[in-house]
Structures are given as structure tokens and as C-alpha cells.
């Protein structure tokens, strides 16, 4: 004889929980760059409402573990993404100046 738990039934999974572990997955695998910020940012937004839904009724939904762990690597892959770019960014600003010092000794 199988015992049902009849909360369990009427518990529904949260809305863009899977989503955003996706995203959070994707944003942290394509980290470095632009692509995994863009990502986890997008993951980190329509994870909002769905966690103010669990929020306000916790037993009524599943999928919060899903929700929380692909927050954790949205947040994981932004900052991977975010440090990526600043180092594209001072690596460009280097050569820049490189290249400005030796067009000044060429002109010496």
C-alpha cells in the first residue's frame, strides 16, 4: 500500500526556477566575457518574483533548492563576468599605451 502525502500534490513548482538554474549554469560556463554578465544578470531579474512568491507562501511551492542554486551561480557568473571585462578593459587600455609610447619614440 503506497502512502500519498496529499501536500505534496497540491504543491506546484515555482515559476522560472529551472530557468534561472540554467542561466546561472550558462552564465558561469560562459563567464569570461560579456555573455555569462549578460546571463546571470538576466537569471538574477526573473529570479525575483518567483522568489517574493516563496516568500509569502513557502509550503505552497517546490523547486526553492533550484531557485536558490541558480541564483548563487547567477551571482558566481556576473562576477566571473564582470572581473573578465575589466581585465579586456585594462588590457586594451595597455596596449593603447604601449603602442602611444613607442609611436612617440618613432617620432623622435
Avoid at 506546484?12 to 566575457?33: Q, W, Y
Wanted: proline fraction near 3%.
Amino acid at each position: 500500500m503506497e502512502v500519498v502525502n496529499p501536500q505534496a500534490e497540491q504543491k506546484t513548482m515555482l515559476p522560472n526556477s529551472s530557468a534561472t538554474l540554467v542561466l546561472g549554469i550558462l552564465s558561469l560556463v560562459l563567464g569570461c566575457g560579456t555573455l555569462g554578465l549578460i546571463l546571470g544578470i538576466i537569471g538574477l531579474v526573473i529570479s525575483k518574483e518567483a522568489k517574493q512568491m516563496y516568500d509569502k507562501n513557502p509550503d505552497a511551492y517546490t523547486g526553492y533548492g533550484n531557485l536558490n542554486a541558480g541564483r548563487v551561480l547567477c551571482i558566481i557568473g556576473i562576477v566571473v563576468g564582470g572581473a573578465s571585462l575589466l581585465i579586456v578593459i585594462f588590457w586594451i587600455v595597455g596596449i593603447t599605451a604601449i603602442l602611444g609610447t613607442l609611436a612617440g619614440f618613432a617620432a623622435m
